[in-house]
């Protein structure tokens, strides 16, 4: 057991107790950032003068062979520590002496922690943003391939007018546009730097925590060191965004796995993101999007358990506060690998245009354009609605769709109609007259797609 404490004790700890309070077999993940954080206060410590420059040169020299070492596998962390704060001074102090043993100066295992935990989190921000704009670039190349793709949109599960794929699409690049903007949201929130805080309380040295927080990019120092040490809620917003992320890409793999029935047939998956059958040799399984949309809830548990951790916990550092990092590890790990295969799965998917237009006619898709047909006529909406109905039900007795129904029996129904009625019920016509901002007209969507593109360039 090799712990940075003990004086005041003179018992050994129970072998369970220490492996039940141990953190290392996870947070040692965090020794870059641990590193990272341990010279910048160095750094620190040199400037106020409370480390000669040869001390600071020693401590720095020392971490940053350490870090090489860890990074090439040429050291390995050792499980013996408590945690990952352990093992790093431990280590320095075993090469350099004296010196490393004055690294701790002016700081705490609580304050050291959250400042590992904040860049560590950072980090991954920004690399999960990086696999969210690469998920809106590929949306944003099926909607340019897909502008006069017609299938038919939905509600309830039920067909209901026609769009194309790339207005439906569209809707998902909204969705995961604004799970970018919830992840910068949070990021300028949590850019506050903890170090400096000790325990709970600050510190008796003169520490410089502005230059501490410049040297490790964070926007300013936190302005009380009991929140500082004890604040979860960046981590909570995180698990929350991640949680909306998972919640997009599990509707969007739903909707892949009834387009993927033999029932729709509107998409093939590629083979390298589908799975066969060990004993029905016809099948090939939408694993991929099924094992997102199972994932899904694993991230939701994270949220509901670290929101129950802390729901508890009074000020300032409790070590209930350790169960964070396997949740916020898991989720992120999760999320990143989730949106990596999502991407990939839906980049090398092939839509089968002609199965989703021919889908658009048999689902009557077209019935309001017809109803607006007879109002543009001078018919009464209401009457137009029930006279469409009666066209409806006349095709489903025929097995015809609205776009085969013979102009004698539209006349028989309302002599309203005449030959042009074909024309206003055609899926073109029917898209593309819909051209209010939003809607899935090619005038409207070419408006959207503008946007689009100019904030892919700008962010």
Not at 50 to 68: H, S
Not at 403 to 429: C, G, H, R, T, W
């Amino acid at each position: 057991m090799a712990q940075l404490w003990g004086g005041r004790f003179t018992k050994e700890t129970d072998k369970m107790v220490y492996e039940f309070n141990a953190s290392i077999t996870f947070d040692q993940r965090l020794y870059e950032q641990d590193i990272q954080g341990s010279i910048a206060h160095a750094s620190m410590l040199a400037k106020q003068g409370i480390l000669t420059k040869e001390e600071k040169r020693a401590i720095t020299d020392g971490l940053e062979q350490i870090l090489e070492d860890v990074k090439t596998g040429k050291l390995e962390i050792s499980e013996k520590f408590e945690d990952i704060h352990s093992f790093v001074e431990a280590t320095l102090t075993e090469r350099i002496g004296e010196p490393g043993k004055k690294l701790h100066t002016g700081r705490s295992r609580n304050d050291q922690v959250a400042l590992d935990m904040k860049m560590y989190t950072k980090d991954e921000t920004l690399m999960l943003d990086g696999l969210l704009q690469q998920l809106l670039q590929t949306l944003f190349g099926i909607m340019e391939e897909n502008l006069d793709t017609y299938m038919p949109g939905f509600t309830h599960l039920q067909k209901a007018q026609p769009i194309t794929l790339a207005h439906h699409v569209g809707a998902y690049f909204e969705m995961f546009k604004r799970d970018r903007g919830r992840l910068y949201d949070m990021y300028q929130r949590m850019n506050v730097c903890p170090l400096g805080s000790g325990a709970l309380a600050g510190t008796t040295y003169p520490l410089d925590r502005d230059y501490t927080a410049e040297l490790l990019n964070f926007d300013c120092a936190a302005l009380n060191s009991m929140d500082a040490v004890s604040d979860r809620d960046y981590l909570i917003e995180l698990l929350s965004s991640l949680s909306t992320v998972m919640m997009h890409l599990s509707r969007f793999c739903e909707e892949i796995i009834i387009w993927n029935t033999n029932e729709y047939q509107f998409v093939e998956i590629d083979d390298a993101y589908s799975t066969g059958s060990s004993i029905m040799p016809q099948k090939k399984n939408p694993d991929i999007a099924e094992l997102i949309r199972g994932k899904t809830g694993r991230v939701y548990g994270a949220l509901m358990a670290l929101l129950t951790t802390m729901k508890g916990t009074p000020l300032a550092y409790n070590k209930d506060m350790q169960e964070d990092k396997e949740l916020v590890f898991d989720a992120i790990d999760t999320v990143k690998e989730c949106l990596a295969l999502f991407t990939g799965m839906i980049g090398t998917m092939t839509f089968r245009k002609d199965q989703m237009e021919r889908s658009a006619k048999n689902g009557f898709t077209n019935a309001t354009d017809a109803a607006d047909y007879l109002v543009s006529r001078g018919v009464a909406f209401r009457d137009a609605h029930g006279i469409v109905g009666q066209l409806v039900l006349y095709c489903i007795e025929n097995n015809l769709s609205l776009d085969e129904m013979p102009l004698e029996a539209y006349k028989k129904i309302s002599p309203v109609f005449q030959e042009d009625i074909y024309e206003a019920i055609s899926m073109k016509n029917c898209v593309e007259r819909r051209t209010t901002l939003g809607a899935p007209g090619k005038d409207a969507m070419k408006v959207v797609m503008g946007l689009y593109k100019t904030y892919l360039e700008e962010n």
